[in-house]
């Protein structure tokens, strides 16, 4: 209370904040769990079990997965090449990173989609020399998502890399550490936990998405139908309990799973003192 | 291990951080790079340990020519100036790493790894932290860890930037005691940079003085203090009163007592405790005036206004013993005659 | 200052990989951000023109396109605003204030982030429509919610709720209340402290706010899509105009419009570097 003795202001804020809150976010989000209720469990336990909701559940969490270990990875590069070295164009590239933030889902679903298409740019190249088809398959929906998840990874890496304590690396060195040495076992574990947290933002933005996914996905049932698109169908078959259900239930383990995520790096910090 | 610097420089840019510097430093000695910020301290000193490569001249660590070699081949140990602790490792993972790192078949086994870690950390007095991570301790512990982490790897010289640099005032004078004492009882060839003259005085045995990436002077503290070569050595350390023999003040310096020279170019660098006061005012006696005091301990430090032949005033310190300038019963305003014992003249 | 802060010097010599390594690792990233950013941003602009400047223009002209649009910004008009009021109040609650389930507050006006697009598109179908919780009433009474623009833009209210508050949270908490308190203490009304004091000192990461919400706002294509019935020339914003004429194999007509919400993207990029350096400078 030691601020709000003289701060004008303090109630009209809140009252505000938590009207606002209540009207545009708790009071809708509440509908999807009192709509719930008018499902029986039977009923509820058959609409998520459904063979192809079932289906769907596995390509979107194992799809969401796979793109988020793999723009880990990648945008671990990106963000490493971005603090540590000197290029030109450094900055341009830099801007371009939030590019799958700035631009609007269906502008990268088609984008995306007429790349990867088997007639399509890269789509074409890939399958001649490979054989493998991007477009219109699960491997489809993990280009997509990879592209949504690169700013994630990158923007939570970078910072903190920024501010790694370089002197760390250089007592490391004069101790008489490779440089291999001093990246496993110094440089990695201090920036472990921002690139946990970079993970599990793409994660769970993966499992969600929706926009840039649709046009690449080819939405076969049981084999690249995403969840979101599950609760659209639904929708359009006027199966509002149906939807319901299925986006309850799909709320629950991503929360479920960001809960494990978070007490995984809060495990992870304890373990290196970072608490 | 003695070190020998031959002919160093370093350029940041336009700035010429070191300037042809050549240095030896025999083995077993304990030495202060002492100097203003900016003088390139640091640099020399991460030139020899090779975290910074010199833009010529040759970096030797007994006998053998080091310039190229990597910082980790070099067999030093380093104290950064924050401690650069590993943050994710507790303080015993910190001490053990540099063996740790040492290839397969130089590496101790993790029973005489742990022995020498216990060792080394009952050595700095903090084996009862083993298992603490570094943001949990103070500045002072993390400091001896530091130490104890760049002694495990035996090396052959130990390098210490601005070793105290962070500490409070009370746990650097304790800090300091122990570093000499770790110092004598180990006997490691050691350099600690530091922009302090009193801690350079107190710890060291031998100190270099650096200014604008010169060697301005080495020596022994006392060498350093009694004997400052240039002007700038005399002013950096301890206190001393400046006269210009250009300024007119000759005449006044030599009612003072002081032999004069006849060269008018000349700066006279006179230290406070080599000033004497009396009240008896004679003809022709080096007059001032007595503007304030204060006690520092067991000396008294004394603030005298010498009036110049323009009317101004410049202000002139004197030190004495206590006991001595209550003997003297003077007060605030009081004028008093001067009487310098001994000074440095520099161009 | 030591010499370690001349700029030259930050190159730090012991720490510098090998040439091999460097420019592996900076070929990989290139090509990564070429193959996934530099590609499709190309991509549209030559499929918008791809028939030429005539069917894109003709394209960009229709009706439907222009009405399109002009929903897109309705929409965000809308809901910029009355997010970026409640990102003020909210920051100045939670960052000047202590009261109990503080971190509750801050934690819930996050939560919108982790809601899949389309389940944020569904609660406000189950609020407003046919068979949702007011859903009789509105009927009886003639309202339309869902498949009409209020639908739309109560969706991309939740969807683009958190963003002004999220930038300037951290940063209000990180300023402190110091200078606020030392203008109150010269006799500064509430009004002016918070004019004078605190606008001028937030002003970047305001402005840093509305324009990622803005874009959100306009973009936003998985909730409207599902509370919008894509009715042309009524409900349909761009994004689902774009969505339209590319299932309707409409694809210059899809990527002109793509090209305008690309070039929406663009400036937000080239203005979010340049508040980025201006809040640096600061």
Redesign the interface.
């Known amino acids: 209370?030691?601020?709000?003795n003289?701060?004008?202001?303090?109630r009209?804020?809140?009252g505000?904040?938590?009207l606002?809150?209540g009207l545009?976010?708790?009071?809708?989000?509440s509908?999807?769990v009192f709509?719930s209720f008018q499902l029986s469990w039977d009923d509820y336990v058959k609409v998520i079990t459904h063979a192809r909701v079932v289906a769907a559940f596995r390509v979107s969490f194992s799809t969401a997965l796979g793109a988020a270990v793999i723009a880990s990875f990648?945008g671990f590069?990106?963000a490493?090449?971005?603090v540590?070295?000197?290029?030109p164009g450094k900055?341009f590239?830099?801007?371009?990173?939030?590019?799958?933030?700035?631009?609007?889902?269906?502008?990268?679903?088609?984008?995306?989609a007429?790349?990867y298409q088997p007639s399509g740019?890269?789509g074409k190249l890939v399958l001649e020399l490979t054989g493998v088809q991007i477009a219109y398959k699960p491997l489809g929906i993990v280009v997509a998502l990879?592209?949504i998840s690169?700013p994630f990874v990158v923007r939570t890496v970078e910072p903190v890399l920024q501010e790694f304590?370089?002197?760390?690396?250089?007592?490391?060195?004069?101790?008489?550490?490779?440089?291999l040495?001093v990246f496993v076992?110094?440089i990695f574990?201090?920036i472990f936990p921002a690139l946990l947290t970079g993970f599990a933002l793409a994660f769970?933005r993966g499992?969600?998405?929706?926009?840039s996914v649709i046009?690449i996905a080819g939405n076969l049932p049981y084999v690249s139908e995403i969840?979101?698109?599950m609760?659209?169908t639904r929708?359009e078959q006027?199966d509002?309990p149906g939807?319901?259900a299925i986006?309850l239930t799909?709320?629950i383990i991503?929360?479920l799973l960001?809960l494990t995520i978070n007490l995984l790096q809060m495990w992870v910090r304890k373990r290196?003192?970072?608490l | 291990m003695s070190i020998l610097l031959t002919n160093i420089s370093k350029n940041f840019g336009r700035f010429a951080a070191l300037h042809n510097v050549s240095l030896e430093i025999p083995e077993g000695e304990l030495v202060a790079l002492l100097g203003p910020s900016g003088c390139g301290k640091t640099t020399l000193l991460r030139i020899i340990a090779g975290l910074d490569q010199p833009d010529s001249g040759r970096v030797n660590l007994n006998g053998e020519d080091k310039t190229d070699q990597h910082v980790s081949d070099r067999g030093i140990g380093f104290v950064f100036q924050h401690y650069a602790l590993f943050r994710h490792m507790t303080v015993f993972d910190n001490v053990a790493f540099g063996l740790r790192v040492k290839p397969k078949n130089l590496r101790p086994s993790e029973a005489d790894i742990s022995k020498k870690v216990h060792t080394l950390l009952d050595l700095v007095q903090l084996d009862w932290l083993h298992d603490r991570f570094p943001d949990q301790l103070s500045g002072g512990q993390r400091q001896r860890i530091a130490l104890a982490r760049a002694l495990a790897v035996e090396p052959n010289v130990l390098l210490l930037d601005e070793p105290f640099g962070a500490l409070d005032a009370s746990v650097r004078k304790d800090l300091r005691q122990w570093l000499r004492h770790l110092h004598h009882d180990l006997n490691v060839t050691s350099i600690f940079v530091t922009h302090d003259q009193e801690e350079a005085m107190e710890v060291a045995s031998r100190i270099v003085v650096l200014n604008q990436g010169n060697i301005e002077q080495q020596g022994s503290p006392s060498d350093i203090y009694d004997h400052p070569a240039n002007a700038f050595v005399s002013r950096f350390i301890g206190q001393t009163n400046i006269f210009d023999l250009q300024q007119e003040d000759s005449f006044w310096l030599k009612n003072s007592g002081l032999p004069v020279p006849q060269q008018t170019s000349k700066v006279a660098h006179v230290r406070p405790h080599d000033i004497e006061l009396s009240k008896i005012l004679t003809e022709g006696s080096a007059q001032a005036v007595l503007k304030d005091w204060q006690h520092l301990g067991a000396l008294i430090r004394i603030e005298l206004l010498k009036q110049e032949p323009n009317g101004s005033f410049t202000t002139i310190y004197a030190e004495m013993p206590n006991e001595q300038f209550k003997q003297l019963q003077v007060n605030n305003g009081d004028t008093v005659s001067v009487r310098i014992r001994n000074a440095h003249w520099f161009h | 200052m030591n010499a370690l802060s001349h700029p030259a010097a930050k190159q730090r010599y012991a720490l510098t990989d090998p040439f091999w390594v460097r420019w592996g690792l900076i070929t990989t990233a290139l090509l990564f951000i070429a193959m996934f950013l530099c590609l499709p941003l190309g991509i549209v602009l030559i499929e918008a023109f791809s028939k030429g400047w005539q069917a894109y223009n003709a394209a960009l002209m229709q009706p439907d396109t222009l009405s399109a649009l002009r929903l897109t910004m309705l929409t965000a008009a809308v809901t910029v605003p009355l997010n970026t009021v409640f990102g003020v109040a909210a920051a100045w609650a939670i960052t000047r204030f202590e009261f109990p389930g503080k971190s509750l507050l801050t934690t819930l006006i996050d939560l919108p982030f982790s809601v899949s697009p389309v389940i944020s598109g569904l609660i406000f179908v189950l609020m407003f429509g046919a068979q949702g919780w007011f859903g009789e009433w509105l009927i009886a009474h003639d309202i339309k919610i869902i498949f009409a623009v209020p639908g739309i833009i109560l969706a991309t209210l939740f969807i683009t709720f958190p963003f002004v508050a999220r930038e300037l949270i951290p940063l209000m908490q990180e300023m402190g209340s110091e200078e606020e308190e030392a203008a109150l203490s010269l006799g500064a009304t509430g009004w002016q402290m918070f004019s004078q004091i605190t606008l001028p000192n937030i002003k970047w990461a305001l402005l840093y706010g509305v324009l990622l919400c803005n874009a959100r706002a306009m973009g936003e294509f998985g909730a409207v899509s599902v509370v919008s019935g894509h009715i042309r020339g009524l409900t349909n914003t761009l994004p689902l105009h774009v969505e339209v004429s590319y299932n309707e194999y409409d694809f210059v007509a899809a990527f002109a419009s793509a090209s305008i919400l690309a070039g929406l993207a663009i400036v937000t990029l080239i203005l979010k570097s340049l508040l980025e350096w201006k809040q640096g400078k600061h």
Request: proline share 7%; glycine share 6%; hydrophobic share 55%.
């Open positions: 209370m030691r601020q709000s003289i701060m004008p202001g303090f009209p804020a809140l505000y904040t938590l606002y809150l545009v976010v708790l009071i809708p989000l509908t999807l709509k990648f590069i990106i490493w090449v971005l540590r070295y000197p290029f900055k590239i830099d801007a371009l990173i939030d590019l799958p933030f700035a631009l609007p889902t269906a502008v990268a679903g088609i984008v995306l007429t790349i740019f890269v990879i592209f690169i304590d370089a002197t760390m690396e250089e007592a490391a060195s004069s101790l008489g550490a490779t440089r040495q076992q110094v574990p201090n769970a499992v969600g998405e929706y926009g046009f969840l979101p698109l609760i659209i929708l006027y509002i939807a319901t986006a799909m709320l991503s929360f960001l290196s003192g970072q």
